[in-house]
Nanobody, 123 residues
């Protein structure tokens, strides 16, 4: 059973910065892409960022491109989301996804998921 645990959420001021982390327990994680999604109250879960298993490919939603950065640890089982210059509209629960392949890494279904970490952007 795959376990994904997110951490690092909290309250951040607009224009500040925050780093989210996600650790995957599955032994085969090193060959699978991972991604971040978010879900705001009353809205559907949406794609934020994704990274390939070897960090050679990255993908971002237009809403966070240029502000957020996804990275992967050397051990491959941890990914990070550096949130720079967050905005109030970035407020959401952020989820980590372990995807079976790159084609489906941006879809909000399938794969394995963590329980999420709350990020609130407010002054």
């Amino acid at each position: 059973q795959v376990q994904l645990v997110e951490s690092g959420g909290g309250l951040v001021r607009p224009g500040g910065s925050l780093i989210l982390s996600c650790v995957a327990s599955e032994g085969t994680f090193s060959r699978k892409p991972m991604g971040w999604f978010r879900q705001a109250p009353g809205k559907e879960r949406e794609f934020v960022a994704a990274i390939s298993w070897d960090s050679s490919s990255r993908s971002y939603s237009d809403s966070v491109k240029g502000r957020f950065a996804i990275s992967r640890g050397n051990a491959k089982n941890t990914i990070y989301l550096q949130m720079n210059n967050p905005r109030p509209e970035d407020t959401a629960v952020y989820y980590c996804k372990l995807s079976p392949n790159w084609i489906s890494v941006t879809t909000p279904t399938g794969g394995s998921w963590g329980r999420g970490t709350q990020v609130t952007v407010s002054s």
